[in-house]
């Protein structure tokens, strides 16, 4: 069973179409991916491809590179069918396991971000586990370093580590730290930009920007490609859920 960790500072979690013409529909899908691919081009590609949306807002003098390299360039096709591996029915369950202790520290939905305080399993089908670690920053439990650290380095299966980085404060001294030690232990990572829909679209692009040049000089385990997310507007979702099935080998 293939594992992706998903780790942050104070919360849980775990491209090229036309550029002409209109959107292909034809797919079989979840309802929820159906809606989106009925909405106008403009706004499917806020929602499916929020980097490329982004894009259109450089100055040319800017130059090529940075947010507008597309390593990761799934079609609509094979979103929609990544959509099939989280979409939860009575034969694909998405299921939670226990944390790292004991069942009793299921998480509560109702909790706010930061109250992650032992590593819960969530099952997704027959496909992989996620693992939803607890945040590094100030409301680390007392236990992080022993927890995660021995988790990172010993968990053979771990296929990638996910880093949610508060898109609106950028990288911080503490992004800094779990950064540093997924580089120490020579671990593949992905940063997952987060609340993409509280900044403004220059903004926006400001902190995208020197985000990826950070990873772009700074970095040699992270995935060149940032993955930006809204979990209000949903935008860049579909694309981050893609990328999991295709690197867990379940995207055929």
């Not at 909405?39 to 929020?50: A, D, E, H």
């Not at 894009?55 to 390593?71: N, S, W």
């Not at 609340?195 to 403004?200: A, P």
Request: net charge positive; proline share 6%.
């Amino acid at each position: 069973m293939a594992a992706a960790g998903l780790w942050h500072r104070t919360g849980r979690l775990l491209e090229m179409a036309p550029a002409r013409g209109a959107w292909p529909r034809l797919y079989s899908t979840s309802p929820a991916f159906a809606d989106v691919l009925k909405l106008p081009q403009k706004q499917l590609t806020k929602i499916v491809y929020p980097l490329r949306e982004l894009a259109q807002y450089l100055v040319t003098d800017t130059g090529p590179g940075l947010i507008e390299q597309r390593l990761f360039d799934p079609s609509l096709e094979d979103i929609a069918r990544a959509e099939s591996v989280f979409e939860a029915t009575a034969r694909n369950r998405v299921d939670y396991l226990s944390s790292a202790v004991r069942l009793d520290h299921a998480p509560s939905l109702q909790q706010p971000e930061g109250h992650t305080k032992k590593m819960n399993f969530f099952k997704v089908g027959k496909y992989f586990t996620l693992v939803d670690m607890p945040g590094y920053g100030y409301r680390a439990p007392e236990d992080f370093v022993d927890m995660v650290e021995a988790y990172l380095k010993e968990r053979k299966n771990l296929k990638r580590t996910f880093l949610l980085v508060d898109s609106v404060v950028g990288i911080t001294k503490v992004d800094n730290i779990a950064i540093e030690m997924c580089e120490e232990f020579a671990l593949p990572y992905v940063m997952v930009l987060t609340k993409i829909d509280k900044s403004s679209k220059g903004y926006l692009l400001k902190q995208v920007l020197q985000i990826q040049k950070f990873v772009n000089t700074q970095t040699q385990g992270c995935f060149p490609q940032l993955f930006p997310i809204s979990a209000v507007t949903y935008s860049g979702v579909h694309l981050l859920k893609c990328f999991i099935a295709d690197l867990t080998g379940n995207l055929k």
